[in-house]
Each structure stands twice: as C-alpha cells, then as structure tokens.
C-alpha cells in the first residue's frame, strides 16, 4: 500500500466506531472461547474447533468492512436495486439447495462456510430503502407512488423469510424499515394504516406455526414446561440471577456446561451475566450505546438524504439486533434467534454486521474527503424528525 494511500485511510478513519467494534470483536472472543470449549470438545473432540473458526471469520470480516468503506455512497446508491434483485434470487435459491438445519432451511455451504443470503439481505434492503424515500420525495404523500412500491419489496423479502422460516429477521427487518419511512417522511397516516394491517399478518403467522405458538407460551410461562418449551429461557434467568455483581470469574460459568443450549450464539449475553454479573452486562450496553450514538451523530452530519437515511437504517439495524437479543434472553419477549452484533459466534451474521459497519465508515470517509460539513457537529436534523417539522426540501438529495 502506498504511503499516500495509507495516510489517507487513517485520516478519513472513524477512530470511534471502528475502536467500538474492535473491542466488541475482543469481547466476543473472550465469551466465545469461554462458551464454546466445553460444547466444542465433546461435539467435534476438538475444545478450540470453534473459536478457531471465530478467529477465522472474525479477519474475512474486518477486510469485508473495510472493502465495503472504500466504496463511495453513491455507488451504493446506483446498485442497490441490481443488488436488491440478487440477494432475492439467493433468497429464493436457498429454499430449493440450501442446508436445512434445525427445521430451517437458510444455509449455503460455500468453501467449508456456511452463509444466509439474509445478512446480506438486510443492508441491501436498507440502501434501497434510502435510495427510493430520498429519490422520490414528491411521490411519499401518495400511498400508490410512495409507500406501495417499498411495501412490495418488504413485502416479498418478508415472505422469502417466512418461508425458511425466520421470524425474527422478519421483525426486524419490519421495524427497521418503518423506522426509515418515518425518518424520511412518509405521512404518519400511511404508516399507520399499514401497521394496522401487518400486525394482524403478523399475529396469524405467530399462531399458525405449533413452535412459535410454544415459544410464545413459554414466554408467557416458562414454568409452566420447565424441561421442554421453557427450558432456555429458564436457564437463562438462571444465569442471569446467579451472576450477581460482579459474576462467577470469566471461564467459571455453569450454565454453558449443557445446561443453556446455544450458550455461545443467540445465548451469550446469558453466559455474559452469569461470568462477568451486572457490571460486564452494562459494559456491553454502554459499548452499543456509544456504537449507536455515533452513528445518529454521522447520520446527523450528512448534507444528502440517502447518506443519512443509509446511515440511521445500519445504526438501527445493529442497535435493534442487540436490543431484541437482550430482551429475548431475559423474557422480556419471545426468544427470536437474533444474536448479538460482533459478540455472538456466527459468521453470515459478522459479515452482515460488518457490511453495515463498512457503510457507515464509508459515509464519514466521503464527508472526509469531499468537506461535507464533516468536522461540524450535528445539525438540527434529528431534532426536526423528532418534533416533526423537517420539510420536504431538506429531505430532497
């Protein structure tokens, strides 16, 4: 790499997010290789089979991110609908060839790694999502012209999802997009018609399914099937409670011994609370605030619509993953299977997180490069979405 070339990365780097990310990625490690020892050692009689693999896919990651930062915006913005159309297909092609594993079928074998086309999925819609409210901001006010077209995009990814299934990518791939479109200024009117209509879907797709119907029962009362539906939320309380503080000493948990199944994946954060207590639970929450703050306040900084629409929808995206994890695992909703963004063992999912990441360092390197009001602090713009008075003329590219 050239020393032009190297000065110029570490100028335009955002030293705040990325240095969150890297401590996450460590702390991920660190609760990875504590959880999966056990579990890797009597599954494949290997202990370090799979933090080996993390510590593989955690590199692939980083260098994914930092390909994805090194595109500009707009280029994002001129390929998503290609991309849009690709992901869909990959969407489709999964449930005829991909790996059924635990019921669902979400998996592609590729080069020893398995990849869901749905972390690819997410940021993908996001970018379209952004592209379409901030090229056409004339057309919102028209249900037909504005929100239809989008709603026929969530529409059928939401579909594609189910049909593996996956509810809880369903959710939040939902929320998040609703989120833009109030961002971006869809009438409140239209939003609302519509969310009257998903949330009966929604509530039919729970009930129609005997699995969610019991996950959902053993939300409600986990005591009710302690050795069956309630199970791991059971376990993971247990965790949680035994935690205290201060916790048992990192490596010194009992509940990842084969008592809390996916004690390394959408569990972690039980495994967190019971070895590092109350004080590492509030270390990670504090690590996705600061991770979500600066991505609002790079959001906030953006002269075009679609570089902060973009923006917020990876913030948000990231931020719900965690909230909707941590809430699952301590019975605030229904387990979702969602895992939590850098920490939690999974690779489709780090690539994912990290594509969405790349975006958002690639907005601050743009601003960077081309003095888009950079160094300034945030604009008014948030505080206009929150009392609502953010005109139409702002939201134009």
């Given amino acids: 790499m050239k020393l032009s070339t190297l000065k110029e990365s570490l100028v335009t780097l955002d030293g705040v997010l990325l240095g969150v990310v890297l401590i996450l990625l460590v702390f991920g490690v660190l609760m990875v290789g504590s959880a999966s020892l056990s579990v890797s ?141 109030l961002l971006g200024g869809v009438p409140i009117r239209h939003l609302i018609g519509t969310a009257l209509t998903v949330i009966p879907l929604a509530a039919i797709a729970m009930v129609a399914e ?59 954060a039980a495994v967190i609370a019971e070895e590092l207590g109350l004080f590492g639970t509030l270390l990670l929450i504090a690590l996705f605030a600061v991770l979500m703050l600066r991505g609002w306040q790079l959001s906030g900084q953006c002269d075009h619509a679609f570089e902060r629409l973009l923006a917020m929808g990876c913030t948000l995206m990231i931020g719900f993953s965690f909230i909707i994890n941590v809430a699952a695992v301590t019975g605030l909703i229904p387990t979702k299977g969602i895992p939590i963004p850098f920490v939690s063992y999974g690779g489709s999912a780090l690539f994912g997180n990290c594509i969405l990441v790349g975006l958002l360092l690639g907005i601050h390197r743009h601003h960077v490069l081309h003095g888009d009001r950079s160094n300034r602090k945030p604009d008014g713009w948030a505080r206009k979405i929150s009392r609502g008075t953010l005109s139409q003329q702002e939201i134009k590219v």
């Fill in 41 to 181: 050692d009597v599954r494949y009689g290997d202990p370090f089979r799979i933090i080996g693999h993390w510590l593989v896919y955690i590199p692939l990651g980083l260098l994914l991110m930092w390909w994805v930062s090194r595109v500009e915006p707009a280029m994002w913005k001129a390929a998503c609908l290609p991309l849009l159309l690709l992901i869909l297909f990959l969407m489709t092609l999964v449930l005829g060839f991909g790996l059924r594993i635990n019921g669902a079928t979400r998996w592609f074998s590729l080069f020893g790694l398995t990849l869901q086309p749905v972390e690819f999925l997410k940021p993908v819609v996001i970018a379209y999502m952004a592209y379409y409210v901030s090229s056409f901001p004339d057309r919102l006010h028209q249900f037909a012209a504005g929100l239809a077209p989008m709603l026929v995009v969530l529409g059928i990814s939401c579909a594609l999802l189910m049909l593996q299934p996956d509810f809880g990518n369903t959710i939040l791939l939902t929320a998040v997009c609703f989120a833009i479109w």
């Fill in 210 to 268: 005997p699995y969610r119907m019991k996950r959902l029962m053993s939300f409600l009362d986990p005591w009710a099937d302690p050795f069956g539906s309630g199970y791991q939320l059971i376990q993971s309380m247990l965790a949680f409670g035994s935690g205290g503080l201060t916790g048992l000493g990192l490596g010194q948990g009992v509940q990842k011994l084969f008592y809390l199944p996916e004690s390394f994946t959408d569990f972690i």
